[in-house]
């Protein structure tokens, strides 16, 4: 009889053991989420920098027919598909330069705009991140 009551409390997990189980996995998860949550706000951020560079091609392609640049978007034939995280305009041009912006707010509960500019020579500028919010 002592056998038989020996195997039964041998079977399962303790209360501790469960609840250490259960507190390694919530310590994990404090690691991981917020980690998570930034690559995936990056990962919102390649929206910018993809259609910014498609302006900045469009925008090349403008200067070479016409020898000056357009902050026409209509012109360039650029429009986004979709649902747009970002809203874009080009905010200066001249016959030499050009300054493409894109705004967006990525994070909803924040008041702070993602703001990404690029200009002719192709340098892609973060002024204001809202992922580091």
Avoid: H
């Amino acid at each position: 009889m002592s056998k038989m009551v020996k195997k039964m409390q041998e079977k399962g997990f303790t209360l501790i053991e469960l609840m250490i189980v259960v507190a390694i996995i919530g310590i994990l998860a404090a690691l991981a989420i917020p980690s998570f949550l930034n690559y995936q706000c990056k990962a919102k951020q390649s929206e910018a920098k993809t259609n910014l560079g498609t302006i900045r091609t469009s925008e090349s392609a403008y200067i070479a027919e016409y020898d000056r640049y357009t902050t026409d978007m209509g012109r360039l034939g650029f429009a986004t598909k979709g649902d747009p995280r970002y809203t874009y305009a080009i905010t200066a041009a001249t016959s030499s330069a050009f300054t493409a912006t894109a705004t967006g707010n990525i994070k909803k509960n924040t008041a702070t705009n993602d703001i990404w500019q690029i200009t002719e020579a192709g340098n892609l500028d973060n002024s204001t991140n809202d992922c580091a919010n």
